[in-house]
């Protein structure tokens, strides 16, 4: 069966916004949380999808940029949505595309391990957005389980020498967690390895009660 792929969009010329140097955003459709205050909420409504693409597509259309990619040290960042549901469309990629680019996953890595083992010898950076380390703040503002992001975390910080390709993202959430939510957050993440965070407020975009 053809391993094709929904996207929101295929973004160019993302310079330190996404990844180091030259990105190209893939943004796929689909995501298994339903954070309260999601900042890509076009990633739920299937009909929004405006890309079918193969991973051979897929290349086709980003090959333009490779040189800028080679010159900054840049390439592909998968998000979305979720990109790791769709670990079989970037394993497929990965084996065709130049292996100097350099693949980012932008992730709640809330979902099965498999999919996380499957791009784990092709991706060379991670950004996690982890919510809370809190799981009541967690699950009441994702609706959904902890239990796939901790799995994961937990073998994914216990490979060797991946500290440096792991920065954890620790929102303020208006409503959902303070201060000292943030900072037990960033406690237990220390104490699993991560050692790159990137603290932030979220604007609030889209409301859901
Ligand atoms: S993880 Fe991201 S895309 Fe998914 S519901 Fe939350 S904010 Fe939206």
């Known amino acids: 069966m053809e391993n094709k792929a929904s ?26 949380l339903r954070c309260r205050y999601c900042l890509n909420d076009q990633c739920h409504d299937e009909k929004a999808s405006v890309l079918r693409l193969t991973p051979a597509e897929l290349l086709d259309r980003v090959m333009v940029d490779n040189l800028y990619f080679l010159a900054t040290d840049g390439g592909i960042t998968f ?19 130049d292996p100097n680019w350099n693949i980012t996953l932008e992730t709640s ?29 967690y699950e009441d503002y994702t609706r959904l389980s902890q239990d796939n992001l901790l799995t994961n975390l937990e073998w994914l910080m216990s490979q060797p020498d991946v500290a440096d390709k792991v920065t954890v993202r620790l929102p303020h959430i208006p409503d959902c967690n303070t201060q000292a939510d943030v900072d ?18 979220y604007l609030i975009r889209n409301k859901k009660e």
């Not at 949505?81 to 469309?89: A, D, I, K, V």
Request: hydrophobic share 35%; proline share 4%.
């Open 109 to 137: 890595l809330n979902v099965p391990l498999e999919h996380l083992e499957r791009v784990f010898p092709y991706v060379n950076k991670y950004f996690i957005d982890i919510k809370d380390m809190n799981r009541d703040i």
């Open 79 to 97: 998000g979305g949505g979720e990109p790791l549901l769709n670990s079989c469309f970037i394993e497929e990629f990965c084996k065709i595309c």
């Open 7 to 32: 996207f929101i969009g295929v973004n160019r010329h993302r310079l330190g916004i996404d990844g180091h140097g030259v990105v190209t955003l893939c943004a796929f459709t689909g995501c298994p």
């Open 184 to 201: 037990h957050s960033r406690h237990v993440l220390k104490g699993m390895g991560v050692k790159n965070f990137d603290e932030f407020n």
